[in-house]
């Protein structure tokens, strides 16, 4: 398995960027699709989930800023920051879970400068 993510870039606080993630195969093939944040120091967190069946889950600092959404189709998710802010700042990855077993893109980096 695949993930390709794109998009990141270097933004102001308060602009908007979309990140995509393709993935090699069918993401229906995957419980749950997920982005990630990592900041140099600190634990990779979860930023935004969206299983198959089911809501989507944010992490509280993103809530009403990001939104997650798929694209079956294209094999791809997506992840819409809006109102950036600079401890948006960070290495995003896209994430694939199938039972429990993890599959990661190789990052892509947002900066935000306030």
């Known amino acids: 398995v695949q993930l390709q993510a794109s998009g990141g870039g270097s933004v102001q606080a308060g602009e908007r960027l979309k990140l995509s993630c393709v993935v090699s195969e069918s993401i229906f093939n995957f419980d749950r699709m997920a982005w990630y944040r990592q900041v140099p120091g600190k634990q990779r967190e979860m930023v935004a989930s969206?299983?198959?069946?089911?809501?989507?889950d944010y992490a509280a600092s993103v809530v009403g800023r990001f939104t997650i959404s798929r694209k079956v189709a294209d094999k791809s998710i997506y992840l819409y920051l809006n109102i950036l802010q600079s401890e948006d700042t960070g290495v995003y990855y896209c994430n694939a879970d199938a039972g429990g077993s993890q599959y990661w893109g190789q990052g892509t980096l947002v900066t935000v400068s306030s």
């Open positions: 969206l299983p198959k069946i089911g809501p989507p």
